[in-house]
């Protein structure tokens, strides 16, 4: 099983460093491959997303990745900046579905900036459209407007557009998911407002004729905003487009106090994955060993899981963090009084210790 290990910038090195830790003491045969991607490689080789980076992540059987982005590379051209390195991999990939768990850890619930009893035992499954949308929809552009409140003033303009099969395609995804957990799903659209989504919603309640055994409700995204903080616990999968996904993920990361601890998984047909850890590459602290490693530990898991095969090794490293998080272990994002101060490379240890024990 090979491997492609994109660590990327600001963090993530010293995040990546500490999953292919906890990866090299399970005795499975994985072949790791470690390529540059993002500003570094921009650096290193003029592009974010070179030839030999995506040649390497299209012959892997999954990509573990860092994070991207610097605030140095902000003035670049658009097609040079770090987060063409993820949207590029995406596409080129197929990389369609978008697995982002929102998991309330037991030993956090208080680091959340919600009430204790709103998110206790929180853990809901955003399934976010990742190829499609207003983020890859032709045409988009700058010109001259000929219509609209202001005719000849400058303006830009996206393309909001889902097809028939992407829709389809995440909704299956997101019932079958909806069969493992609770058998229910949360399809959030703006279908009052966008054809696109009026039809997502056409789409998504025909597929559901072939799941009857999965409850189906549908919400508007605002009205989904809104229950994400007041009553997150009454969402389990909830399945959304690029743009609506991209923003409610990150909400529900919040609701579990600790952005540092989520993991996330993007798939395409075949199984074929990418693993990364929701946060971003965190540039105001990089270099200095405090980043939480667990995230990108927890999307090992997920790798493991989802591309590899390898369920009983995913959950030996969750039980692991379990552990680490019980042994009162804690890096600065999760801290609280009462708890030990760790570092990434300390935290990455304790895993591998807790793995090693539990033997
Ligand atoms: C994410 C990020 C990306 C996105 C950026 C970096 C392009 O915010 O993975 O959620 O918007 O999809
Ligand atoms: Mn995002």
């Excluded at 080789?45 to 040649?55: N, W």
């Excluded at 190829?131 to 303009?157: L, N, S, V």
């Excluded at 952005?259 to 946060?279: F, K, T, V």
Aim: glycine share 8%; net charge negative.
């Amino acid at each position: 099983m090979k491997i492609a290990v994109l660590p990327g910038d600001g963090i993530g090195h010293e995040i990546i460093a500490e999953a292919v830790k906890v990866l090299n003491v399970l005795d499975l045969s994985l072949e790791l491959e470690t390529a540059s991607v993002g500003g570094t490689a921009y650096k290193e080789q003029g592009h974010p997303l070179p030839e030999s980076t995506l040649k390497l992540a299209k012959e892997a059987d999954a990509i573990l990745f860092g994070a991207v982005g610097d605030f140095q590379y902000d003035n670049l051209e658009r097609h040079l900046r770090p987060e063409q390195a993820i949207l590029g991999l995406r596409k080129e990939l197929g990389l369609f579905a978008n697995l982002r768990p929102a998991i309330c850890y037991e030993q956090l619930t208080h680091a959340s900036s919600l009430k204790p009893e709103l998110v206790a035992g929180l853990d809901l499954l955003i399934i976010r459209e990742l190829t499609g949308d207003i983020y890859f929809g032709q045409p988009r552009g700058r010109r001259t407007a000929t219509d609209g409140h202001f005719p000849g003033a400058e303006e830009a303009f996206d393309t909001m557009r889902y097809s028939r099969p992407e829709i389809e395609r995440i909704a299956h995804t997101a019932f079958q998911a909806a069969r493992k957990r609770k058998n229910k799903v949360t399809s959030v659209d703006k279908a009052n407002v966008l054809e696109t989504f009026q039809f997502w919603r056409d789409v998504v309640t025909e597929v559901h004729q072939q799941y009857q055994d999965v409850t189906l409700e549908h919400m508007y995204v605002d009205n989904a905003a809104m229950q994400l903080v007041k009553a997150p616990k009454n969402l389990d999968v909830v399945v959304t487009g690029n743009m609506f996904g991209d923003i409610l993920s990150d909400e529900a990361a919040m609701l579990t106090g600790s952005i540092g601890m989520l993991p996330s998984a993007s798939l395409n047909a075949r199984s074929q994955g990418l693993y990364e850890p929701s946060h971003g590459s965190a540039p105001d602290i990089a270099g200095q060993g405090i980043a939480n490693p667990l995230a990108t530990i927890l999307s090992a898991a997920m790798m493991l899981r989802y591309s590899l095969n390898q369920a009983e090794a995913a959950d030996r490293i969750e039980q692991a963090v379990q552990t680490v998080l019980a042994q009162g272990l804690r890096t600065g994002d999760i801290y609280s009084e009462g708890t030990t101060r760790v570092g990434t490379a300390q935290m990455g240890d304790a895993v591998v210790a807790a793995l090693q024990n539990a033997r």
